[in-house]
């Protein structure tokens, strides 16, 4: 398990590292899996666009990460587990995001997360317009989504960073998905700080090849 | 604590916690136990009542979710089991161990009210919460087809 950590905390490093094109960037530091870094970590990146694009990358962690992806699906079925495999039972997105009569995401998602039937719960659950897929995507894809109003839900780049940073409902439950659920990486408060980074930067997108 | 919630038309007030799953009170509590205990975890659909006309799965809705709310049991979507759907499972014989059949009329019930002559599609993706052990799927699906006057 140890070992599983440093080596995805070193391919962490790596994507991170690579992150920025053709120019040579600073290294940073390594970090586990389960680990978001510090804003100031990324001060070792002088050029301000370079520093922006390796911002999102790390964000683009937790956007990518299941807990967070899973119900931003490529098509009209949301994943589940960490497989990301299809949701069971076989649910579909309906007309509004959150199901079809009979099938809908709160007929069985509750307010919060249950204890003994363990099913994942959030206030108004359900899945992320079809315009904003991330399963399947690159971090430049989705960095260009969630810049452009009419694919983002009409919010500005101050919104998004507030919806990200202070969102109590659905993007909170990410870090705390209950059951033995692994929650996203970091948490809220850096990921919502990495983001304001990103943005105060420039609001720069990764390289196309890049992602995780 | 005390919940009041409407039932098949109804008030009805409850001492209960309000994390008891709604249908422990349907079931132990109100003594309603046409609405049946599968899973206890969303996966088959055989606790399925409507809350405010949207279909639920009962073993994981915490009561407190009900609160001033109208509940529909199996034993209120029509007073003499007269609904056409109800009619229509007689006339087909639906049922074989029957244990699934309260779940799949409530999600079929709510299928066609919002879905009159619902395609073969809207029927497959709202039916498929509601499992049958005994496979009477073809004859479910016939008798939604029968009352909605759609083609075999």
């Known amino acids: 398990m140890a070992s599983f950590i440093l080596r995805l905390g070193l391919t962490v490093a790596l994507l991170a590292t690579a992150s920025c094109g053709s120019r040579d960037v600073p290294a940073l530091p390594p970090i586990a899996g389960h680990q978001l870094r510090a804003v100031a970590d990324f001060s070792v990146i002088a050029d301000k666009e370079d520093r922006s694009r390796a911002l999102f990358l790390e964000a683009s962690r937790v956007f990518l990460h299941p807990r967070c992806a899973n119900c931003h699906p490529n098509g009209d079925v949301p994943a589940q587990g960490m497989q990301m495999s299809p949701h069971q039972p076989p649910v579909t997105r309906g007309p509004d995001n959150h199901g079809v009569v009979g099938m809908e995401c709160t007929s069985c998602h509750q307010d919060r997360n249950l204890v003994q039937a363990r099913v994942p719960g959030a206030p108004d659950w359900h899945l992320a317009p079809r315009e904003m897929a991330w399963i399947g995507k690159s971090p430049r894809q989705i960095c260009e989504q969630i810049k452009d109003p009419k694919r983002n839900g009409g919010k500005t780049l101050a919104q998004i960073v507030e919806h990200n940073a202070h969102d109590k409902a659905l993007v909170a439950w990410g870090w705390s998905p209950g059951a033995d659920r692994e929650p996203a990486p970091g948490t809220q408060e850096q990921f919502g700080a990495i983001v304001a980074a990103w943005v105060e930067t420039g609001a720069e997108c990764p390289s196309q090849e890049v992602r995780r | ?152």
Not at chain 2, 6 to 20: I, S, Y
Not at chain 2, 79 to 84: E, L, N, T, V
Not at chain 2, 116 to 144: F, H, K, V, W
């Open chain 2, 1 to 152: 604590m005390n919940i009041t919630l409407r039932v098949n038309g109804k008030d009805r007030q409850l001492d209960v916690d309000p994390e008891m799953p709604l249908l422990w009170a349907l079931r132990d509590v109100l003594g309603l136990t046409g609405t049946k205990y599968g899973c206890g975890e969303a996966l088959c659909g055989a606790c399925t009542v409507h809350l405010n006309g949207q279909v639920i799965r009962s073993c994981v809705t915490p009561v407190r979710r009900a609160a001033n709310a109208e509940i529909v049991t199996i034993e209120g979507l029509s007073p003499d089991g007269s609904h056409p759907l109800q009619k229509a499972w007689v006339e087909l014989g639906v049922p074989q161990c029957g244990f699934c059949q309260a779940g799949q009329l409530m999600t079929a019930a709510a299928l066609l009210k919002k879905h009159p002559r619902p395609s073969d599609e809207q029927i497959d993706q709202s039916m498929a919460g509601n499992l049958c052990r005994c496979g009477t799927y073809n004859r479910i699906r016939e008798a939604i087809k029968k009352v909605a006057g759609v083609g075999q």
